[in-house]
């Protein structure tokens, strides 16, 4: 699930190891693009988080729906991804929307999917290979048809009907200031879904944006759920991408089968009959 950047700077050469660059800005969504032109890891495409990472918005689905599963794979093969494959995604946040890469790739029943531990500032800290170039895609090889495991989501509905169940938790992954409604610059409406705790995702982070040992990551998840089973933990975040990034923590540290509500705060409050909760 992790992958070193001295590992990963070994198989810069190796045709099986397939490279996404991530890096994105929820505010300016061109500055990703505008960053690879610039830099990027040598051999390393660029996912959009807009447009490969999320399908169409309308209006009552979130700032950023789940892309169809046959838009997805086909994007994958374009890349040059098949089944034997080893993905690697990197951004320059933590991971954040890396993890959606990843999340995305298994949901659609790829399973060598990793992030690039310390992401971008790492590789370039230690002075690693990056070019400007625009890697040619190998189109040669067969595209894999996409395996869906839809039990991976919960839908609003889902969220709705766990709101008041005890064995139920959803786990809000945004920054605590928007979590409690006191500041909210991207949505219309400021606050959190009920009984929803928050971990904000840089918690799972040490200050050089490696992840932190999976003794510490386990406990304090195991602190966060208590006695309920891992299948009944959502995650969830302004609009399904920071989420992903608690999944892949929880998952790393062996928590495996928590949710994503994919939808998350953004398509919640499309709907002003859902409740919502301010402060802790």
Not at 106 to 131: P, Y
Not at 132 to 149: G, N, Q
């Amino acid at each position: 699930m992790l992958v070193s950047t001295a590992e990963l700077a070994s198989h810069l050469n190796d045709p099986t190891w397939v490279i996404f660059d991530c890096r994105h800005d929820l505010v300016d969504h061109g500055k990703g693009a505008k960053l690879y032109a610039e830099s990027h890891i040598a051999r390393a495409y660029f996912a959009s988080v807009e447009t490969d990472l999320a399908g169409v918005k309308n209006g009552r689905n979130g700032r950023h729906p789940l892309p169809a599963s046959d838009q997805f794979a086909t994007f994958l093969a374009l890349h040059g991804v098949n089944k034997d494959s080893r993905i690697v995604a990197y951004d320059d946040a933590g991971g954040l929307y890396a993890a959606r890469l990843w999340w995305l790739a298994r949901w659609i029943g790829f399973t060598q999917v990793a992030l690039l531990d310390g992401g971008w500032q790492k590789w370039i800290s230690e002075r690693r290979a990056v070019n400007a170039e625009m890697p040619v895609a190998r189109t040669d090889l067969a595209k894999s048809a996409p395996t869906v495991d839809m039990s991976m989501l919960w839908g609003a509905n889902d969220v709705l009907f766990r709101l008041e169940k005890s064995d139920s938790l959803l786990i809000d992954a945004r920054a605590g200031e928007r979590f409690r409604g006191e500041i909210e610059p991207i949505d219309p409406v400021a606050g959190h879904i009920p009984g929803a705790v928050n971990r904000f995702f840089k918690a799972n982070l040490n200050s050089d944006h490696t992840l932190r040992p999976v003794a510490d990551l386990q406990r304090e998840f195991v602190a966060l759920i208590g006695a309920r089973a891992v299948e009944n933990v959502g995650h969830a975040c302004g609009s399904g991408i920071t989420a992903c990034a608690n999944i892949f923590a929880m998952e790393y540290s062996g928590l495996s089968g928590s949710k994503l509500y994919a939808g998350s705060w953004s398509e919640w409050v499309s709907d002003p009959l859902r409740p919502v909760a301010r402060g802790d």
